[in-house]
């Protein structure tokens, strides 16, 4: 047959291709409900992105989604119409060309039947097919780095510093929608540049012009509204901090430090950067576990969701998708095998490192489906081959006349086997559960719960309004507990009203998870709960965090007990008071009279009086020198002008509900306290004299004047009020 005709038959591989997609379309058109609906944040997003392309209503902002895949999206709905199902059946027909090129770059490296059968896994791979009909830029990533990988090894092959720059300028363009990519060069890059010497310098540079050259655009746009040159989308420090925060699973979830650093961000507290750092600096351990989970969740079979999941929004709809026995762990298992056998060729050698690199550059951020998408064609064209040899060894002839070959081939698919579970290992066990072998110094016991003791910090920070608020508890398990159950964790003042709360799971906050059922004698485990108090607490005002299991069906709490084995009160265990305060300075209204005087650590340094009818109403400014040892009292009194009590009233703090043991230094306080007048109280005038008491001892605190001068019965007069009838 003339060798013209031959060279189109790889288009039954691109034939084959669009047809398994075009089908699988057609069943999710008529199994999903929400066909015409945009599934998830991100498809929504890229289609108004798409139709304001065309509308030219965007771009209008710095690129907060990856901003590659929306003009894409809008040349799709320019050639094919509005509609979902035309243009993902356009998107379809182009992202299917990535079988060709799968079959060309295997039949350069490894031979004709390498090729077909590289060209054949990539047509029928049932996640390229699901991605590929997707409103998401997964399928037109992973086409890029075929692409890529293909000039890569073009460069390889031929020198040529034109092939390098193709290569940098198609990974740059790939960046344009997953933004970690860039990354990957650096580990095929170091390797040739190895190899290479002196000549790779050339190519090397044209590589990085090549690779600015496709990123500037995205860089330049988003300079002109933040003034920071971000690579693509300006997500990359949140995706950063979502994928390495002490709470991190190494997915996209929404973890309680996430829902915290959101808020800590928005009032300009912190960076996503820097919390992150933060977090992987106070545990190294955790980080490089957490590291290496995502490695092997990349490498393990299951794939994970990310606003779409294949499994739910693919193979249950389509029984196409369903019916093809084919997953990434047998794409992996074959290529993994392969780069052992063909190691010694630089082109292989080139793309492993590559796979590599993809892989770290996503550990860096989080892991899922359509995040590890771009490592798998490279995987596909090196299984091709690695099934072509295991063929051509294992054939009996073969296999009888070079068994030294067979062992050799025998031996990388086991070693392949060998890896591919340590990456499922590194799933399931990393980062290891917070178990500590001690309590660590500065925790004390507060009661038990149950079968679990609960120790909490010595010293609580003050709670401020708006702002989230950890509370870490240690718990001693005598056993494990007959289910899982809900730590309640709430704020409440001395009124007992209820102010704000943070129950969760126990043994859930942070990743790995130890639920209460499975606690052992002995445990001692580390819980972080997370309080979001309203911004618009009625602040100061002590409050304790009580603490305590419950059903999280039934809402019944277990029994809770102080630490000398009584019954606890209310059910619950409590902390120390702490302060839910702003800490804002004190603000004088020039109508109140000047004090200055200091009583125990704090500084009253005016006062106001106001006579309502029958009501006085004394308001004291504060400056606080910090927490008082003692639980003040303070006395306001009225004492007629033979120097006899007249009336007066005692209170803590702002109507009882702000302690002195919990002022914050620095702490201004408004202090408003009403004395109640008889109906036939007398007219005179009056002198008012304060002061301060300790609820345990009755000492009175003691009193210094603005000249320094210590008051010997710890009682400061103020001034005086004249009472008319």
């Known amino acids: 047959m003339p060798r013209s005709i031959k060279s189109f038959y790889p288009l039954g591989l691109y034939l084959l291709a669009v047809i398994l997609r075009l089908v699988v379309l057609n069943q999710i058109a008529g199994n999903d409900p929400a066909f015409d609906q945009h599934r998830g944040s991100d498809q929504t997003a890229y289609a108004a992105q798409a139709k304001g392309l065309l509308a030219g209503t965007w771009p209008d902002g710095p690129f907060y989604f990856q901003p590659l895949y929306p003009f894409f999206l809008g040349g799709l709905h320019l050639l094919a119409g509005p509609d979902m199902y035309p243009a993902r059946a356009a998107q379809a027909v182009v992202l299917s060309t990535g079988a060709l090129i799968c079959f060309w770059l295997a039949r350069r490296l490894y031979g004709e039947r390498a090729a077909w059968i590289a060209g054949a896994l990539y047509a029928i791979y049932p996640v390229f097919i699901f991605y590929d009909l997707v409103f998401l830029g997964a399928g037109l990533v992973t086409l890029v780095i075929l692409g890529m990988t293909a000039a890569l090894t073009r460069w390889i092959d031929t020198g040529s510093w034109r092939w390098a720059m193709l290569a940098g300028v198609l990974l740059g363009v790939a960046g344009g929608a997953q933004p970690a990519l860039p990354v990957a060069a650096v580990f095929p890059a170091a390797a040739l ?46 995706n950063f901090y979502i994928g390495n925060n002490r709470h991190a699973n190494g997915q996209r979830d929404n973890p309680l430090a996430q829902q915290a650093i959101i808020i800590e961000v928005r009032h300009g507290r912190t960076d996503y950067v820097s919390a992150a750092l933060a977090d992987i600096r106070a545990d190294p351990l955790r980080a490089i576990q957490l590291f290496a989970r995502k490695a092997g969740m990349l490498w393990s079979n ?9 499994y739910a929004d693919g193979a249950d709809r389509s029984s196409l998708l369903h019916a093809i026995p084919l997953n990434f762990y047998f794409v992996a298992l074959m290529a993994v095998a392969g780069f052992i056998l063909y190691g010694r060729d630089l082109r292989t050698t080139v793309m492993a490192l590559l796979a ?27 299984a091709g081959a690695a099934i072509d040899l295991l063929i051509t060894t294992f ?117 790995q998870y ?3 059922s ?70 004088v209204p020039p109508d109140a009279q000047p004090v200055n005087a200091m009583v125990g650590m704090a500084t009253l340094n005016a006062y106001h009086a106001r006579l309502d009818t029958l009501t006085l109403t004394l308001t004291l400014y504060w400056q606080s020198g910090g927490p008082m040892a003692e639980d003040g009292i303070i006395f306001v009194h009225l004492f007629d002008e033979s120097g006899q009590f007249a009336v007066g009233a005692d209170s803590r703090p702002r109507n009882g509900l702000y302690s002195m043991q919990v002022w914050q230094s620095g702490e201004g306080i408004v202090d408003g306290h009403e004395i109640n007048l008889p109906a036939d109280f007398l007219p005179g005038e009056y002198t008012i004299k304060v002061g301060a008491y300790d609820s345990a001892t009755l000492n009175r605190l003691t009193v210094t004047t603005a000249d320094g001068k210590t008051v010997a019965d710890g009682v400061l007069t103020l001034g005086t009020v004249t009472i008319q009838k």
């Open 514 to 516: 130890y639920q209460s």
């Open 518 to 587: 499975r606690w052992e004698n002995g445990d001692i485990l580390r819980d972080e709960f997370l309080i979001i108090p309203p911004d618009d607490l009625p602040a100061p005002f002590a409050a304790q965090i009580w603490i305590g299991l419950y059903d999280p069906d039934t809402g019944e709490r277990l029994p809770v007990f102080l630490p000398d084995g009584s019954p606890a009160p209310d059910g619950v265990l409590k902390t120390r008071p702490i302060a839910v305060t702003k800490i804002e300075p004190l603000t």
């Open 395 to 511: 054939t009996t002839k073969a296999l009888f006349g070079n068994r030294k070959k067979a062992l050799s081939v025998g031996g990388a698919f086991v070693a392949s086997a060998m890896l591919l579970a340590v990456a499922d290992w590194a799933t399931v066990t990393l980062p290891r559960p917070a178990l500590v072998s001690q309590l660590p110094p500065g925790y004390h016991s507060i009661g038990t719960v149950n079968a679990a003791t609960v120790s909490v910090p010595d010293f609580l920070p003050a709670l401020e309004p708006g702002v989230p608020y950890w509370v870490t508890v240690y718990w001693q398990a005598s056993g494990p507990l007959d289910r899982d159950y809900k730590t309640l964790v709430q704020v409440i003042d001395a009124n007992g009203q209820k102010w704000a709360q943070g129950d969760h799971m126990a043994g859930e906050t942070g990743f």
């Open 356 to 382: 590599v690199g993809i892989t770290a550059s996503n550990a860096l951020f989080f892991i899922s489906s359509r995040q590890r998408l771009p490592v798998v064609p490279i995987l596909v064209v090196v």
């Open 302 to 310: 299951p794939e994970l969701a990310q606003n779409v999941a294949y």
């Open 193 to 238: 540049v190895w190899r290479y010497r002196l000549k790779a310098v050339k190519p090397m540079l044209m590589f990085a012009v090549g690779l600015a050259a496709a990123l500037s655009p995205y860089s330049f746009w988003n300079y002109r509204f933040t003034g920071q040159l971000t690579p693509a989308s300006t997500t990359g420090a949140l």
